[in-house]
């Protein structure tokens, strides 16, 4: 028996969402927290079950990113842009006045049963050894895993998430870069 199936699922629904503005906590069930800060700027990362945000600040200006897969009820005041994150995608937005750039890649897997037991064993191992923010809950497919993978630079903030959904057998990978000019 495998996850994978052709009813709607949150492969379909999941989307990447960039804002020009905070997000506040209270609209998310925050499950772990990690702030930043260095030199000029400061960084903030809330991970979710199948969810996170990363918040960029530079000098009193500040950009989002929300990994999600709600439908209908994500914030639309001060959003950039969105876009699906099913296949694979590479985006780029350059903030030029508030000296930022801001690129992400999103790849995403339908695994099969025993191919997503793996990965998600070798996630685990990955986030103790990197000491990654991570998350484990259940869904109807079984177990799943949330992990946020931070870099820190002198002048960028680099974040490789991945959300395993066992409902499905879902990978989804993003790699962020919030870069200061």
Known sequence: MTHISTSPNVLQTYQVSLYQRALHPELFNLKGRRVIRHGEYEFEAWLMPGEHVLRFELGGWCVCELVSDREGALPQAGIVDTF???????????????????????????LSDSIFQATLEEMRDHASEQDALSFEWDDEGGRCLSLLDIQRFSKQIHVQSYHLRARGGIVLRTQSIFEQR
Do not use: L, R
Not at 87 to 102: I, L, P
């Open 84 to 110: 699906y994150c099913a296949g694979e995608h590479e985006y780029e937005h350059d903030f030029k006045s508030e000296g930022a750039v801001y690129m992400t890649n999103v790849q995403t897997e339908q």
